[in-house]
């Protein structure tokens, strides 16, 4: 008897996987901080909106599959690159600090979103989910902390974006969700079209065993838009191709053979379930693509279907407005360090008007708007402002809004809006109801003064008012949102449905400089006349001052820190939008669905634990 020793194939031995190369592990990171960037190149003054649908595309793409710890720093990576450039002009005049603290806790905000779409990413019609989730986020992030911050929500920067129409159906949260949503769809596509691609060329046969306990593992085809197959943040599988993943040798990557003997948990698409039938090698179910589809055709096809509520008609005629930008004798914040200079400046160009008119080289106005802080004295405190102010009202003849300080003898100083009447004097007031956190008062002033000696520049807090801003002038009904408030949708929304047929938005931009903020602002009033279908009239002391029909479009505008008077006509308009009508029904809706998204991807984890103990 004899043995023979038959020598082993070195080549049918397996091999290790080279470890991969440690620049790939800064892909994602890298992934999430540009989509950051994109989000932020959106935004005015570029008229870019588009490139937000590529930013959340490579959102979608940084974030799918992710463990939850993974996907909160993601997510912040993907703030940090959107708020701190969107937000430097905060600190124009007092440094780095509060710009960085600023866009550091408010990039918290996306770290929870970004945690929150790594949790729905596996879902099936996870881009639906994921927007949700978005929204979610810009709806706590504008309200907390201090009444919140919503600048920055995707919705404001669409202002020239072919999206705008669905401001008039649901607001900004409406508008925001369709641009997340299109953009994760395009994504979501993208990779199921990959993944069929990757699947037809296949010869070899599924995967003779693939099963997954925890961690992070994964083989395919790289970049995430493949055969990615892997375990997920709670101990699940997942095919990410939505179907069958052809199993691939852990050296080269080609097609392996074998019998299909694959064993799960049925975490992922269901597609695999134990003592289910399996769809043939190289074959994808349809079901992931059509959700794909549905993701970018519904926002399409969506704003198409609302272009019918964008209307600028003259519903209840029309009223010639004029709209006065005095500016100011210094940029920042002593630009009202010399006593009355910015009130005669505005005085001045509202004489001039009158002149003008008188001679028939500008038309007469309905009525006169006067920007935020455009008095830079009390006028019921100094006798002098005020007859300056009388002066000039009286020279233009009709009613006059004057923007100013007024500083009571005790308690806090109130930010006014003061109907001025050529015959009667100030008639009417309204006081500013949601004044800014460090800007206009000083939250935890100890604390922060700590970190900034320039919380003190604020020496009297400023305290907010409760009554919505309406003012009968010369029979037009106009709604006030001063400034800041015009980012907060139930400041805007108040007006109107307290009976404004017009909004302005007096504003005072002089704090900033010649910074992108101002134009950000104006694109916020620009989504608020389609939102409402309302003109909108904003009266800036520095600029940019600008008249905006209830379509959108500006049809007249200043430049910034030139004296100017801006005189049109404009339509009026009393009917209301769905969105104004529906106020915060659709921001919950879309609130829901991220909840339940979030609640169904928590329950498959549990019962994938509960299923992998047994």
Known sequence: MSATITPVDASAADTVPA?????????????????????????????????????FALL?????????????GLGYLAGLGFLLPLLVWTGEEVGPGPWLALAAVEALFVALAGLG???????????????????????????????????????????????LPLAAVGGTPVLGFAVALCGFGLYEAYRQIQARRAAGTETGTVRDEDTGTGGDTRTGTGAGA????????????????????PARTPATGTPATGTPARTGTGTGTGIEAAGGARPRPGTLPRGPLVAAALAVLVPVAGALAALPLVDDSAEDGT??????????PRLGLDFNSQRRV????????????????????????????????????????????????DGAVRAIGV?????????PETGKLRNTLIEWDPDRGPVATYDKRHVQPFGEYIPMRSLVRVFNSNVDRVSRDFGAGTKVGVFDLAGTKVGLATCYEAAFDWAVRDTVTHGAQLISVPSNNATFGRSEMTYQQLAMSRVRAVEHSRSVVVPVTSGVSAVIRPDG????????????????????????????????LPEALLVALAAAGLGWSAFRSVRARRTGAE
């Not at 999430?32 to 008229?47: D, E, Q, V």
């Not at 799918?64 to 909160?72: C, H, Q, S």
């Not at 009613?399 to 500083?407: H, K, N, S």
């Not at 004296?563 to 009508?581: F, G, N």
């Open 19 to 55: 470890p991969a190369p440690r620049w790939r592990r800064f892909v994602r990171p890298g992934a999430a901080l540009l989509s950051g960037l994109l989000l932020y190149l959106s935004f005015p003054p570029r008229p870019l909106w588009w490139l937000a649908l590529p930013a």
């Open 60 to 72: 979608g793409w940084s974030l799918r599959g992710r463990r939850l710890r993974a996907g909160f």
């Open 117 to 163: 779409i790594a949790a729905v990413s596996r879902l099936p019609w996870w881009p639906f989910f994921a927007a949700g989730v978005w929204i979610l986020s810009e709806a706590v992030r504008a309200r907390v902390p201090f009444g919140g911050f919503p600048w920055g929500k995707i919705a404001f920067g669409q202002a020239d974006g072919m999206f």
């Open 226 to 245: 493949g055969n990615d197959v892997g375990t997920d943040a709670e101990g699940g599988t997942d095919s990410e191709a939505g179907g069958v993943v």
């Open 319 to 328: 009223a010639t407005v004029a709209a006065v930008q005095g500016n100011v």
């Open 342 to 389: 910015v009130l005669d400046n505005h005085v001045a160009r509202t004489r001039e008007l009158a002149e003008d008119v008188k001679a028939g080289r500008a038309p007469q106005p309905d009525f006169v708007l006067w920007p935020e802080n455009s008095s830079d004295i009390d006028p019921y405190a100094n006798p002098d402002a005020a007859d300056v102010i």
């Open 399 to 407: 009613p006059t809004v004057i923007g100013a300080v007024i500083a």
């Open 553 to 584: 479009e500006i049809v007249a505008e200043t430049k910034m820190f030139t004296p100017d008077v801006l005189v049109e006509k404009v339509p009026l308009r009393s009917s209301l939008t769905p969105a104004t009508r529906m106020g915060t």
